[in-house]
Structures are given as structure tokens and as C-alpha cells.
């Protein structure tokens, strides 16, 4: 109304919207509230918030940091204001090119990894998969390796080729950042890069447990694919990529600098992979208790053994494989 009584008489305004004069001249001159105020405060936090997180966050992720930063706030009103300030988190796209050939006749390991437990360490359970990026030169593609306990990238190559070698990048890349004992389940799908004799091999010389997705069962790598869908909300997809040679260096920012250690994760209970992962070293851990191999007691309840020894020192391939249930199906 206050802006239509540059054009139109108040009176007339007044008596199209059923309020008196006098009623719109006290709210003109009424001072802010107290609320009033505190949500412009609240709003200039928001508005920070949201421009640190590359303008990615929504109000769950934006309330969480605000939290962090012993602000009192709740979910809802931190959407009201980011809705009335044109502020939003983004969302998920399109199309998507083929990058899996499972049609081969090379080994494919079992499925290892449905029915097991998540794992309660790093370095326990890695998943990995393949991604394109859309450039104006063609597509490059982004291979990855993912700790499944924090979600951390702990590998990653690109290549304008889908060749064994590309995978082969991202797995060499994380077995030196990371040096995994002998033991780690590595999963994938049954792409002909992943059953591939070189990278087999560079398994087993890890003593690396293969495992691979059941024909029908892609979600048991859905974590890998919630990964893609989140860099390419959150990057690739917010501009067009010319060459490449330009996208190397914003995937660089993007996982190490901004994903891994800072970016909030909803599974992780809105802590970046490098938190989740230090707080795994804050905890104090349990007193060893003197079990028997019978005995229960020091095992939680999927019946793993929680008495921190060591169970692939010394151990040979074949002993390392029966430290992980086969499928029960």
C-alpha cells in the first residue's frame, strides 16, 4: 500500500482494502520490532553463511553452521528470511550419457558389500564409479574412489577417454594419500575398467578385497552417485566449461578444498568428512576386555568384534577374506 500511495489517493486505498486511515498512518510511523530487528540480523548472518558455501547451502545446512556459531535460530525461520531475500540452496538436474559397460566377459567379483555393516573406520570400505563433464571440446570424464565411512574423496583423475587407465589414476591416487592395510573391500560397478586384468591386479597387490554391484542393484553405489549429483549441482553445471585444462583446477577447489573439509554432509550429521573423520580420533576409546573367542561380550550389535586389535597383521590374502561376510542371499 505504501507504495501505491505515490499513485493513488490513501483514502481511496483505504476503502478498497478495508482498513482506516488512521489504522495505515500508525502502522507508517510504527518503529521496527524487536523480531523485526532481530531478523535483519539473523539475515545478514544468513546471507554470510550462504555466500561461503559458493551460494550451495538451503536452510538445513545454513541453520546447522549458524548453530556452530552459537547462533539460536530454527530451520523454519531461517527459510522464511532466505525466501523473502531470494536466497536458495541449489537442486539437482538432467540428462545423463552411459558410462558403465558391463557387458564383457571378463571376472566379475560378488557383491560383497550388501548386507554388511557400515564401516566403523576409515579406510575399511572404498566405493568408486565414473562421471562425464559436458565441455565444449566433448566430454571429459571424472573418476573417483570414496572412503564410505566419511564420504571423503580420497581419489580422484579425469580424461577425455573412459580407458582402464583412468580408474586406475583415481585408485593409485588414493592408496598413496591414504596406505590402507591389507584387507580394505573395495566396490564398484561391473564397468569393463573395474574388471580389467591391470586393475586387478593393482588390487591384489594391495591385498585388496573386490567386490561389484548385482546386475539390477545400483543403489548398493548410490553413495557415489549422490556424490555426482552434488558436484555438478554445486559446480559443474553452474557454468560452461570451454576445455578440460579449466576444469582440473575448479574440481581441485571444489573436493579438496571446499567438499572434503568444509562442506556440511546430512549423513555425516551436517560435519565435513575431514570433522567426521577427526572426531573418530577425539573419542576416547573403549577398554580392551579379555574375551574368548566364544565370548561376546566385547562385540556390538551386528556381532563384530569392537576390541581394538588388529585383524589383517600378518595375515595372508586368503585369511583377509574371510574377515568379510559374503553375501547371505
Known sequence: MKALAV??????????????????YAWLGRKPSCRQLQDGQLLSLVTTVHHQSRQTYGSPRIT????????RCGRHR???????????????????PRTTDSHHDLPVAPNHLKGMAPPSQPNRVWVSD???????????????VMDLYSRRIVGWATANHLK??????????????????PGLLHHSDRGVQYAS???????????????????????????????????????LDRQQWA?????????????????????????????????????????PKR?????????????????????????????????IHLNFPSNPR
Not at 546447522?64 to 547462533?71: A, D, F, I, T
Not at 562425464?132 to 571424472?142: A, C, D, E, N, S
Request: with cysteine; proline share 6%; charged share 25%.
Open 7 to 24: 499513485e493513488f489517493p490513501v483514502r481511496v486505498l483505504c476503502r478498497i482494502l478495508e482498513v482506516s486511515p488512521s489504522g495505515y
Open 164 to 181: 582402464t587407465s583412468l580408474v586406475k589414476e583415481a585408485l593409485s591416487r588414493a592408496l598413496t594419500s591414504r596406505r590402507p592395510a
Open 130 to 144: 565414473i562421471t562425464y563433464v559436458p565441455t565444449l571440446q566433448g566430454w571429459l570424464y571424472l573418476a573417483i
Open 64 to 71: 546447522r553452521e549458524l548453530k556452530e556459531q552459537n547462533h
Open 78 to 96: 531461517i527459510a522464511r528470511l532466505m525466501r523473502q531475500a531470494g536466497l536458495r540452496g541449489l537442486r539437482r538436474s538432467r540428462f545423463r
Open 243 to 283: 576445455a578440460g585444462e579449466k576444469v582440473n583446477p575448479a574440481l581441485f577447489d571444489y573436493i579438496e578444498c571446499f567438499y572434503n573439509r568444509k562442506r556440511r554432509h546430512s549423513s555425516l550429521n551436517y560435519q565435513s568428512p575431514a570433522q567426521f573423520e577427526k572426531q573418530l580420533h577425539l573419542t
Open 287 to 319: 577398554p580392551s576386555q579379555d574375551t574368548t573367542p566364544g565370548d561376546k561380550t566385547a562385540c556390538n550389535a551386528n556381532g563384530r568384534d569392537d576390541s581394538p586389535v588388529d585383524r589383517t597383521k600378518n595375515a595372508s590374502p586368503v585369511a
Open 197 to 235: 586384468a591391470e586393475y586387478r591386479t593393482l588390487l591384489k597387490s594391495w591385498h585388496i578385497i573386490p567386490s561389484m554391484s548385482a546386475q539390477g542393484h545400483c543403489y548398493d553405489n548410490a553413495v557415489a552417485e549422490s556424490f555426482f549429483s552434488t558436484v555438478k549441482i554445486e559446480l
